[in-house]
């Protein structure tokens, strides 16, 4: 996406100095790759992320006088990321199905530590992009208060304290979520891991 090109397009009358659309230009590239992997991870479809990431960042560089310097841009940015898409889908009420297709940037996380090593078996090779859209599948039938704090601990590792900033609730709110949200992964995906032998203590019969 050419954030030189969001950036030179949102001018308004409210203008910035120079030297702040140079660092908000850096700041965007260094998070490029984060911002849109938890996009994905919310909406499930590659074409609703790369719109959510730019309204994102539109709203972004239109309030960047507010960010102040010495806190996290990070999570400033992912506060906004968050709230554009709960607002999105209270607008119109219902999820689009993901694609098991799209491409998924994984980050080490407590459900990615099941799939089995990286190989060039062909065979394991599609049974880890089978593993990866099943959580996709898992995650979007969370509800989406749930799937947020996941993403953003277990895929993003944000500290609770992290998350309870981002999305504006306290940190016994966000362990409740987390913990109601694992759980519910975890039964999502335990016949799934089961049948491939990915869950400890299952072993495949021999056929």
Known sequence: MAWAQVIAETKTQERTVESDRHLFASLVQEHERYLYNIAYRLCGSREEAEDLVQDALVRAYRAF??????????????????????DT???????????????????DSEF?????????????????????GEVQKALDRL?????????????EGFTYEEIADIMDCSIGTVRSRIHRGR????????DFGKAKNWLPGTVHEDV
């Not at 509800?143 to 895929?155: F, G, K, N, T, W």
């Open 65 to 86: 006088r507010s960010f102040k310097p010495g806190t996290s841009f990070k999570s400033w940015l992912y506060r906004i990321v968050s709230n554009l898409y709960v």
């Open 89 to 107: 889908l209270r607008k119109r009420s219902k999820f689009r199905e993901e694609s098991l297709d799209e491409p998924v940037y994984y980050e």
């Open 112 to 132: 990615t530590k099941m799939v089995p090593d990286q190989s060039t078996d062909p065979s394991q090779m599609v049974e880890e992009k089978a593993f990866v």
């Open 143 to 155: 509800p989406v208060e749930y799937r947020l704090a996941v993403i953003l601990c277990d895929v």
């Open 183 to 190: 759980k519910a992964l975890r039964n999502y995906l335990h």
